[in-house]
């Protein structure tokens, strides 16, 4: 009779390289100590014997969950792919992210309190519509980091782009491309909507030029809807700042239908420079907010929380960054 196969241990890999089980564990879980020539080789080890950490146990002998917490809309294709980069981080750092979607039937503040269920031991929230004082409370009670979203940091810390900057940036390019008739479609009430709103403002003022603002959203129909009613204006601008990436889409729908050429007619950026503007049929020239930077950040200050006791809040700005691609030309 066959028995089963013994599956290897921690201890395992420390007789086979030679090492503490201490040691073992910090390479495995990527923590700072032992020199690269042992972490090599109790990888290697690891790999050879089929080593396969027993989560379960680890976490119950440390008593912590090793979890951070974080809400997605999955409908929203850049934070779905910022998320994506909060795991990616939290890994390199030891920690296993709990997603949980926000949808019509699970609101952000009851998925917020799911992801306490789970004894996470932190909270990244990406744009949150949480008001200022549910952020405070929420802050009191875990570790909390605030993504995309300018808020005061009020006992949790604040990480985002610099959204003011990047839509002068997308000015800035269209100025010297020689556009004299810009518009901008704007995000509404949505998080960051008003820094990029005054951002375009203070950019065309720079170049001693006036603009127009069209209301708009976050999502391809407020787009579309914006580039019915620029069609149906007297003549159209010669480029368009959208909102963000799915806004210009919709924009572009619209008018490629409509027969209008871009560039050649119209110039047409977006925001946030997430997978769907890097698109080969899309080609959108847009903003990055350095969605891999910004997730490095969130889970370094959350870690920083819970490992001291630090308790006033922080803000980091990152600055964005122009990516140009085939929807911005010269001005017809």
Do not use: W
Request: with cysteine; hydrophobic share 45%; aromatic share 2%.
């Amino acid at each position: 009779m066959t028995g089963s196969v013994k599956r290897p241990r921690l201890e395992d890999v420390a007789a086979d390289v030679g090492v503490s089980t201490a040691s073992v564990s910090l390479v495995l879980r990527g923590v700072a100590g032992p020199s690269a020539e042992t972490r090599e080789r109790v990888l290697e080890a690891a790999s050879r014997l089929g080593y396969r950490p027993d989560r379960t146990a680890s976490l119950l002998a440390r008593r912590r969950t090793h979890l951070i917490g974080v809400p997605v809309s999955l409908r929203d294709a850049y934070r779905a792919e910022l998320a994506e980069e909060v795991q990616v981080a939290a890994d390199r750092r030891g920690y296993t992210v709990a997603l949980s979607a926000i949808t019509p039937v699970h609101d952000e503040q009851r998925v917020v309190e799911t992801l306490l269920d789970l004894r996470c031991e932190a909270l990244i929230l990406l744009s949150p519509d949480l008001p200022p004082a549910a952020l405070a409370a929420l802050g009191a009670r875990i570790p909390l980091v605030v993504v995309g979203r300018r808020v005061e940091p009020a006992g949790f810390d604040v990480v985002r782009a610099a959204d003011d900057e990047g839509i002068g940036a997308a000015v800035d390019h269209l100025v010297a491309l020689g556009h004299r008739d810009l518009v901008h479609v704007d995000g509404g009430d949505a998080p960051m909507a008003a820094d990029r709103r005054s951002g375009f403002r203070a950019a065309l003022e720079r170049h001693g030029q006036e603009g127009r603002i069209v209301p708009g959203g976050y999502v391809e129909e407020a787009g579309a809807q914006a580039a019915r009613t620029l069609l149906d204006g007297p003549a159209l601008p010669t480029a368009v700042i959208a909102a963000n990436d799915r806004n210009a889409v919709g924009l572009l729908d619209v008018f490629i239908r409509a027969g209008v050429r871009v560039p050649e007619d119209v110039s047409v950026v977006g925001y946030d420079d997430g997978e769907l503007a890097r698109l080969t049929h899309i080609d959108l020239t847009t903003v990055s907010q350095e969605a891999g930077e910004q997730a490095r950040q969130a889970v370094a200050a959350a870690l920083e929380r819970l490992d001291g006791d630090r308790r006033a809040g922080v803000e980091v700005v990152l600055p964005p960054r122009l990516v140009v691609r085939g929807t911005t030309g010269p001005a017809r």
